[in-house]
């Protein structure tokens, strides 16, 4: 066989399938819920709809601050200024209910951050869950 003879004589080459990526439409949603999550160490705020389903998140591990920083005031209000300006500006969100829950340094100035960036504050709610009854006593020292 010829060199000619070969090149002819083998398979087509199979062009590999394309898939298309399904666009993702971004929803306009008027009001929604701020649940802002402030513990000692993080704070996380989640802009939700009123259904609970996450438009935007932001933390402050999320925007540069490693450490003990992540738990302090200032950390919580450029996490929360970062998800209230993407919310407002992917989603149209206009007026929020906030829902706090921790015991955090970062609970009020999350809140004023969300408020700086133009979005109304219908209310604010605090979720922090609270023991009741609390645990099993210790047992009755033996004599």
Same mark, same amino acid.
């Given at each position: ?23 993702? +439409? ?8 701020? +649940?802002?999550? $402030? ?15 996450? @438009?935007?998140?932001?933390? $402050? ?11 302090? $005031? ?11 300006? @993407?919310?407002?500006?992917? +989603? ?10 921790? #015991?955090? @340094? ?6 004023? $951050? ?9 209310? #604010?709610?605090?979720?922090? &869950?609270?023991? +009741?009854?609390?645990?099993? &006593? ?6």
């Amino acid at each position: 066989m010829t060199a000619e003879e070969i090149t002819t004589t083998t398979a087509p080459a199979v062009e590999p399938k394309v898939f298309k990526k399904a666009k993702k +439409h971004k929803r306009i949603v008027q009001s929604g819920q701020a +649940h802002i999550q $402030a513990t000692f160490n993080n704070t996380i705020i989640s802009i939700t709809d009123k259904k609970g389903e996450i @438009l935007t998140a932001s933390s $402050a591990g999320a925007n540069g601050f490693r450490g003990s920083k992540k738990g302090t $005031a200032y950390a919580a209000q450029v996490a929360a200024e970062k998800a209230a300006s @993407l919310a407002k500006q992917e +989603h149209g969100v206009n007026s929020v209910d906030v829902f706090v829950k921790g #015991i955090g @340094l970062g609970r009020d100035n999350a809140i004023r $951050a969300i408020g700086a960036q133009g979005i109304s504050i219908n209310s #604010i709610t605090d979720t922090t &869950p609270i023991p +009741h009854g609390g645990v099993r &006593p210790k047992r009755e020292r033996k004599p």
